[in-house]
Structures are given as structure tokens and as C-alpha cells.
């Protein structure tokens, strides 16, 4: 699933930030009220539904699906010199659609019409305008530096128009400005981010075919007809490049994670945040997994909402499907944030006698909360144990949600 519902709560509160900003900066081509998007409700109707299995064709899915409310492509990873020197990073891109279409030239008139004086001038409305569009962009870009002890995390939002930010599936791109993973002429994906103080320059090489997550790709997020996503997973890519820190270079290489999820959905009653984990095994096989976390009030029970699940991948790129009947974590450690006050888990046992797979680990700094549009943890992280008898070590990147702030009602 990816993320899970993140990208929902990430996206509505960016996009308040956005339009303020944007109605501080308006133009007299670009009126305050032409940027006023009905974000009050969470209204999914017209937008389309995650409803079908095996319905992820590629190349055209990797590209944007603007008919579905949200939409994500997440880039996670581990690197490390030569010398061994670890980071972690993350680059994600979010797409959030603002209504299910783009107002025609009568009807986005009358929307102006409606939020402005009756007798106040209006400029010419028209769909045609390269900056007009009901999508909004908006993405994250971390950098943990383990031996440095410090996390650099940023954000950027703009809207899908003029350039300014966007995705296509064919060659491969998605771009904030000049933050963007990209397709090279080898096949290859370069992911490209930089801010005052860290900046990223890799190429990703595929070693795996995407991988379907739930149904052929539905990827069930409740028990409401809808409520899915469309979910597939590029794991096991070598990375290579550069992690530059505070000015200075570092030649890394490592690997990385992607996830591509779009979907029309909510958080269903009770739901108060998640925990996902996507770890690779120095084996060759990898691991995904999200426990969504109910209350017990009012209409929560305490326990894992059901439709929490995950796929385990073997070396070959055969998957193994799991409910959460199938694990068990236990929590061995906390932290604090010195930031939000919020207290975390910092350490797991994984147990899964399914695929014969025992893991223990930890966060490889403590430190990776980002307090950007909404505050969550997610960090670099590493584990060891057994798979199959034989001993295993794994890293990967652990999200962590719903602990700084309950997000039960809210989505």
C-alpha cells in the first residue's frame, strides 16, 4: 500500500499552505479567488475508484492518473561510500487532485462569481490558460546523515501547470521544479533533489519487474467498495551516485525503493495512524508490509484494522502475499522527539513463520521525524536475523504515523 494514507493528509495541509501563499502573491492576471479550491470536505464524488484487480498495465502506469484524487511516487533508500559511510534518503513526489475535472470556461466564471463581490471585475476564465489546473504537487526530500548524526528534511509545493511540476509516463518522469526522478536514455532513473544544505544525484538501475501489491495491484485499504489502492513496488535497484552534505561530495552507492500508489479514499472510522516497513535483505529478497493502528473509541478495537497486508519478494521476483494474521512485531525500544513531543517506536522484533523470516532492528538515527505539512518519523533503518535458517541482514526505510497528532476523524 505504500504510504497508506500519508499522502492525504501530507497533501491537504500543503496545499492550505499553498494556496495562502499563492493568494499573498496573487497577480492581477491571477485573482485570490481563482485559487480558492472547495477543500472543506474530503468529497470523492466524480473521482475515479480503485475497484479492480490486475488493472496496473505498464509502461502507461507509470505515469499520472489525474482522475483519481491522490497519487504518489516514493523513493527510498540506503547508501554508502566506499569507506562505508551510511546515509539514508527520501524523495517523494505527491499529486493531489483539487476536483474531478478541470472547470470549463463558463463554469470556472461562475466558481469566481461565487467567491468574489458580485460587482467586483473579473479577468477572462478560460481552461485554456497554460497555469490553470486542478492538480497540485508537492514533495519531500530528506537526507539522514548516520555518522553526522543530523537529518536534513525539506518541502516543496507547486501546482501541475506551466511546467512548474508534473509527471509522464513515457520517457519516465516526474519533476517539482528541479527535483525529479527521470528516465535516461539507457533506462536508467535519475533522481535529482537538492536544498541550502544537502543535495542528491543517483541512478537507479532496475534489477526486478515491478512488483503487484494485494489483488494483481488492488491494494484493499478497508472495508468500504472503493476504498483501495492501485499499489506496485520497484525493489532491489542498485544506486549510484552522490550525497553531498553541507558542500561536501560523497561518492554512494546502495539500494533503493520505489512505490507508485493512486487512489480515491479515506481513512476508515477508527483508523489513528500507521506503521510501514520496506526492508531488503542482503539475500536478494525484500519485504513490505503496513499495520494500520485502530483506538478503542469510539468504534475501534484496539487491535490491527484488517486490512492491513504486505508481500514478501523473493530473490526471483515471486511474491508471497500477507495478511496481518501472518506477523508479528514487537516494539523493543521508544523515542522521544525533542520536537513534537511525540513518543515513537525505535526498535522491533519481526516474527513471520510463514516465509520462515526472523528479524530485530533499529533506526540507524533517531532523529528522522519531518515537521513539514504534518509531522510523522521516517527513517533509515537496520535489521538482522534468520531467513530460512540462514542468517540474514536487512536495511530499509520505516514510516511511522498518527503518533505526533491522532488522525482518527480527520481524513
Not at 473521482?47 to 492518473?65: I, K, S, T
Not at 546523515?145 to 511546467?163: K, L, N
Amino acid at each position: 500500500m505504500r504510504k497508506v494514507f500519508l499522502p492525504l493528509i501530507v497533501i491537504v495541509l500543503a496545499v492550505s499552505v499553498y494556496l495562502w501563499w499563492r493568494s499573498t502573491e496573487a497577480t492581477a492576471e491571477e485573482p485570490r479567488a481563482s485559487l480558492v479550491p472547495l477543500l472543506a470536505e474530503e468529497d470523492t464524488a466524480g473521482y475515479a475508484r480503485a475497484m479492480e484487480a490486475d488493472a496496473v498495465v505498464f509502461p502507461g502506469d507509470l505515469g499520472p492518473h489525474d482522475d483519481y484524487q491522490t497519487e504518489w511516487w516514493y523513493y527510498t533508500g540506503n547508501l554508502e561510500t566506499d569507506e562505508g559511510r551510511p546515509f539514508g534518503f527520501q524523495l517523494t513526489f505527491f499529486r493531489r487532485a483539487l476536483s474531478p475535472n478541470v472547470p470549463e470556461a463558463d463554469e470556472c466564471a461562475q466558481i469566481e462569481r461565487d467567491q468574489t463581490s458580485p460587482s467586483a471585475p473579473l479577468p477572462p476564465c478560460s481552461s485554456a490558460s497554460p497555469w490553470r489546473t486542478n492538480q497540485i504537487y508537492l514533495a519531500h526530500f530528506t537526507i539522514s546523515d548516520v555518522d553526522g548524526q543530523t537529518f536534513f528534511p525539506s518541502e516543496r509545493f507547486s501546482r501541475g501547470a506551466a511546467g512548474l511540476a508534473g509527471a509522464q509516463a513515457e520517457p519516465y518522469r516526474v519533476w517539482l521544479e528541479d527535483w525529479h526522478a527521470e528516465e535516461e536514455d539507457d533506462g536508467r532513473v535519475r533522481l535529482f533533489a537538492r536544498n541550502d544544505h544537502v543535495a542528491l544525484d543517483l541512478l537507479l538501475t532496475e534489477t526486478l519487474p515491478p512488483i503487484l501489491h494485494g489483488d494483481g495491484g488492488l491494494s484493499p485499504k478497508g472495508p468500504e467498495p472503493g476504498n483501495a489502492s492501485y499499489y506496485y513496488s520497484l525493489v532491489q535497484q542498485q544506486a549510484q551516485g552522490t550525497v553531498t552534505v553541507q558542500g561536501v561530495d560523497h561518492a554512494v552507492s546502495g539500494l533503493a525503493w520505489k512505490d507508485h500508489e493512486y487512489s480515491t479514499r479515506a481513512l476508515s472510522p477508527g483508523a489513528i495512524g500507521w506503521d510501514w516497513f520496506s526492508l531488503q535483505l542482503d539475500d536478494g529478497s525484500a519485504l513490505m508490509f503496513f499495520q494500520i493502528r485502530r483506538d478503542g473509541d469510539p468504534e475501534g478495537d484496539g487491535q490491527l484494522d484488517p486490512a492491513s497486508s504486505g508481500t514478501f519478494i523473493y530473490p526471483d521476483g515471486s511474491t508471497k502475499t500477507l495478511s496481518s494474521d501472518d506477523w508479528e512485531v514487537e516494539v523493543r525500544d521508544h523515542w522521544t522527539s525533542p520536537h513534537s513531543g511525540a513518543e515513537y517506536p525505535a526498535g522491533w522484533s519481526i516474527t513471520i513463520p510463514e516465509i520462515e523470516l526472523e528479524l530485530t532492528g533499529r533506526p540507524l538515527l533517531a532523529d528522522q521525524e519531518l515537521n513539514v505539512s504534518t509531522t510523522y518519523w521516517e527513517g533509515a533503518t537496520a535489521f538482522e536475523g534468520r531467513r530460512a535458517g540462514r542468517p540474514v541482514t536487512a536495511y530499509g526505510y520505516v514510516e511511522l504515523t498518527g503518533y505526533a497528532e491522532d488522525l482518527s476523524g480527520r481524513l
